[in-house]
Structures are given as C-alpha cells and as structure tokens.
C-alpha cells in the first residue's frame, strides 16, 4: 500500500488549492481514506474523510467550516481535497491515510483508526 499526496504550495490568504493523493498497491474503492494535517508544535488533526463506498464523508466542522471537499475518483486511484478561503491557520504539512474497514460505509476522522500513510505535502498560506 503506497500513499501519495501532491498539490501543497504557497497560496495567499482566500486562495484555494487543490491536494491530491495518488493510492498505488491496493484497490482504493475498497479502503477509507482521511486527509490530515500537523502544524509545527501541534498534534496530527483529522480534516477530511471519505468512506470506500465514496458516499460518506465528514469533515473536521471547527477547522474546516465548510471550506474544504474530499472527493475521490477510483479509476483513477486518487483521492482530492479542494480547499477554498484558505487562511494561515491552515497552514500545515497535509497527510492522507487509507484503511479498509469491516464496512464500506465507514470512515473516520481519528489518526489511530488508519494503517496506512503517505508523506506530507506542505501547504503554506501567507500574504
């Protein structure tokens, strides 16, 4: 099981990007995946999720308010969170994860619930 996240950059505050996560070694249809973050001197936060069956998502409510989507395209094998009015608090190295649950409905926004992480890729938003 292979992660891989891309996108991050610098983007001014109201900016948006669009992170990706490539999945390479399993069938991603079949895995939840959770798009996290840390900022240096803070813990790993849960922002986005996705359920396997793709249908159930959740997003972090007191971070993110409603800025950001987590999608995902299985033919592709990759997964996308689009951030929107992005403010330097979001600045952070972002991480997806992947686990396969008993369920395809399930999903998670907790850290120790996932088996699998890709590296970081550095979002900063600064003026």
């Known amino acids: 099981v292979q992660l891989q996240a891309s996108g991050g950059g610098l983007v001014q505050p109201g900016g948006s990007l669009r992170l990706s996560c490539a999945a390479s070694?399993?069938?991603?249809?079949?895995?939840?995946i959770g798009w996290f973050r840390q900022a240096p001197g803070k813990e790993r936060e849960g922002v986005s999720c996705?359920?396997?069956?793709?249908?159930?998502?959740?997003h972090d409510a007191s971070s993110v308010r409603g800025r950001f989507t987590i999608s995902k395209d299985d033919e592709k094998s990759t997964i996308y969170l689009q951030m929107n009015s992005l403010e330097p608090e979001d600045t952070a190295l972002y991480y997806c994860?992947?686990?396969?649950?008993?369920?395809?409905?399930?999903?998670?926004?907790?850290?120790?619930?996932?088996?699998?992480w890709g590296q970081g890729t550095q979002v900063t938003v600064s003026s």
């Open positions: 994860a992947a686990r396969r649950f008993p369920s395809r409905s399930s999903y998670s926004l907790l850290k120790s619930s996932y088996h699998y």
């Open positions: 070694g399993f069938t991603l249809a079949d895995y939840a």
């Open positions: 996705i359920s396997a069956s793709g249908t159930n998502t959740l």
